[in-house]
């Protein structure tokens, strides 16, 4: 595998200082329909533009300075709204902004608030509807003096500029609206604004957004990391399914990403979207042979991640459970197939014991990095996951010599990696991460000298370089492949406790030991989730808690937008950090999959809500299939039995949740868990 794809040529110390994606506290609020795509900038320190505009073309993948509205000398700096009153020019100033995301009209949309001099400014963005490559900046400007004002309103992208006058009398206010839209040929859009009335969302636009999933509950910060998620995941990816890894940073896509995208859209109500990225994975993304494109490349066999072909049937089998729709899944039977078959390819098994082995891991580290032929545990694990679900969907479609057959070798893998007694992927009573096929534990690797890799990494600094432990050993605690409350997990969680604050303070969880990091050393947010969720199942509040509580502190929290990890890095060769829209995906996961419990199987819906500590309770309103499913969760009072009530009639409380026979019509749901010690939650 040649190195020449960690460089990038993006270098933001040419030109504006806008073209920084880590400026100082920033933050980015995400805004799209698929058509276009958008981001409203909010810097809080002297360095970038106080509030500006990147506008994207969601079908092309680009760097931050590559954005349709970014200026090549003077940044985003001419996104900027600046209200001219008597020769005196009026704009936002770093520090003195407020941001957040409302709710316009029954939209998501981005509102900015700023103050100068004797005027008040509302700016509110949004795309009014779902067909059209266009978004709305709806503006009031109120005058905060006595006297009568005349104003000019100025603002443009690029070298285009678009101005109003107008005149606003002492004590009132006055609506403005301008619209940006994308123009010209696709792959080569521009984009054109000009001042227009009030722009009010269409009846189109509000249906879909209607049908998303909602959750609410006593902590803010929970709803506002659900809230966000469920705008930004979506917002970001394209009408094709078109989804880059990390915004701005690789402008490469992956088949887990998207296929965890596909998973927490399903969860979230946004069905036609999450059929378009699993459609466009089967048939552009997973080829005849049945193997998986990652970073936009097809790799020889002794590189491919094979954990993506688990995730991907995995994602399509949740899809069609929550969905009811059948249609997918047997057109795209064929890659469907080749998918499950491709892990169980000869040269991929290890003879001795039947698991999965090659010279690639979980975190894309490969032969340079040091990594030699082994065996990788998310290998083993999501594709057993994947091989059981695609059993299940092949049963479905009454395919039974095909269900056993995968079901039988998901059965083998799971039994072996748990319990194979020299080649087991578990050592000391704890999941590790990778054993030589030699039945070696991999506990260090060597990377291999001259790749030209960035030298000021840990990887490359003296000393050894350490392999375990590993988030990705929380998967199938989080996952319940194994029971979570078990001494496995308990101490699997305990060994994953040496990655939080390992060379850094603030905390967060880095991805694996710090010293074997070929990137900078700082803690990731989508690799923490998976520990959170491991810990919300196995009964660990407070360090469900802590994950949290870290993300909330976090540059990005406001808007919810969270980098890929948080720490220096050598740009270039590396590129820029990016926005990863995996972190939307694993924090809609947790809130429904995990909080919520809503489960759809095949024969049953089943609930199995969870109540974090320092919460009084939820109100989840969920899209299953063709209904609505009202869940309120809530601590039973003290002499008052726990259970459910379904459209007023109770059930008896069960830790294993209730299994219900899938409603024609919308149901409310009450769901009384056992008291249990309250902690304050923020």
Not at 403 to 416: F, I, M, P, R, V
Not at 506 to 533: C, I, K, N, Q
Not at 536 to 552: F, M, S
């Amino acid at each position: 595998m040649e190195v020449k794809e960690h460089f990038y040529a993006d270098d933001p110390r040419r030109g504006p200082e806008d073209a920084w994606t880590t400026l100082p506290g920033v933050d980015y609020f995400f805004i799209g329909n698929g058509l276009i795509q958008a981001a409203v900038q909010v810097c809080p320190a002297n360095r970038g533009t106080p509030v500006g505009l990147l506008i994207m073309d969601p079908e092309r993948l680009g760097t931050k300075s590559q954005a349709l509205s970014f200026d090549p000398v003077s940044g985003l700096g001419p996104t900027i709204l600046e209200v001219e009153v008597g020769g005196w020019v009026h704009s936002p100033r770093a520090g003195r902004v407020w941001a957040a995301w409302v709710e316009k009209e029954g939209l998501p949309a981005v509102k900015v608030k700023w103050r100068d001099g004797g005027l008040s400014i509302t700016e509110t963005f949004y795309c009014p509807d779902p067909g059209k490559p266009r978004l709305a900046r709806a503006i009031t400007v109120r005058n905060r003096t006595k006297g009568s004002l005349r104003v000019i309103l100025r603002t443009g992208v690029r070298d285009l500029t678009a101005a109003r006058r107008s005149e606003i009398p002492g004590g009132k206010e006055r609506p403005f609206c301008l619209e940006y839209r994308l123009a010209g040929r696709l792959g080569r859009r521009r984009v054109e604004l000009a001042w227009c009335p009030l722009t009010r969302s269409s009846a189109a636009a509000r249906h879909v957004w209607a049908l998303a999933s909602r959750f609410r509950s006593s902590s803010p910060l929970l709803d506002h990391f659900y809230a966000a998620s469920l705008v930004q995941l979506p917002s970001n990816i394209a009408a094709s399914g078109k989804l880059d890894g990390s915004i701005w940073q690789y402008n490469r896509e992956w088949t887990r990403d998207q296929a965890m995208a596909a998973i927490a859209l399903t969860l979230s109500g946004r069905f036609e979207l999450a059929r378009t990225i699993l459609f466009r994975l089967f048939s552009q993304f997973v080829t005849r042979a049945g193997d998986a494109v990652d970073s936009s490349q097809r790799r020889p066999a002794e590189e491919c991640e094979l954990d993506q072909n688990g995730a991907l049937l995995f994602a399509l089998e949740t899809y069609t459970l929550w969905s009811r729709d059948h249609t997918l899944l047997k057109r795209c039977w064929p890659k469907v197939a080749a998918a499950a078959e491709f892990p169980l390819k000869t040269n991929f098994r290890h003879s001795p014991s039947g698991l999965l082995h090659n010279r690639r891991e979980f975190w894309e580290r490969h032969a340079a990095h040091g990594i030699v032929d082994g065996i990788e545990l998310a290998h083993q694990i999501w594709v057993s996951m994947g091989l059981s679900a695609a059993s299940r969907m092949a049963l479905f479609l009454n395919r039974k010599e095909e269900s056993d057959h995968w079901e039988k070798a998901a059965g083998k893998l799971k039994k072996a990696m748990l319990s194979d007694e020299r080649f087991s992927l578990i050592h000391d009573g704890a999941f590790f991460k990778r054993r030589n096929t030699n039945g070696e534990v991999e506990e260090e690797i060597h990377p291999l000298p001259g790749t030209g890799l960035a030298a000021a990494v840990p990887l490359f600094s003296p000393g050894r370089h350490l392999l375990n432990p590993d988030t990705s050993t929380a998967l199938p605690i989080a996952w319940e492949f194994v029971p979570p409350r078990c001494r496995l997990a308990a101490k699997t969680l305990r060994r994953i406790e040496e990655l939080w604050n390992q060379s850094w303070r603030g905390g967060g969880y880095g991805r694996y030991h710090v010293t074997s990091e070929p990137d900078s050393p700082g803690p990731w947010p989508f690799p923490s989730l998976f520990v959170a969720r491991a810990y919300l199942e196995a009964g660990d509040d407070a360090r469900v808690w802590r994950v949290l509580r870290w993300l909330g502190g976090a540059t990005g929290a406001r808007a919810g937008s969270w980098f890929e990890f948080y720490g220096p890095r050598p740009v270039p060769p590396y590129p820029q950090v990016g926005i990863v829209p995996w972190n939307w995906a694993e924090t809609i996961i947790l809130f429904i999959h995990h909080l919520a419990g809503i489960r759809p199987e095949w024969k049953s819906l089943r609930v199995r809500p969870r109540l974090l500590a320092g919460v009084d309770g939820y109100d989840v309103n969920l899209r299953v299939r063709n209904c609505r499913i009202i869940l309120r969760v809530k601590r039973a009072g003290r002499g008052v039995k726990p259970g459910f009530l379904v459209d007023g009639k109770f059930l008896p409380y069960s830790e294993d949740g209730l299994f219900l026979p899938y409603p024609r019509k919308d149901i409310r749901i009450t769901a009384r868990l056992p008291l249990r010690p309250k902690k304050r939650a923020r």
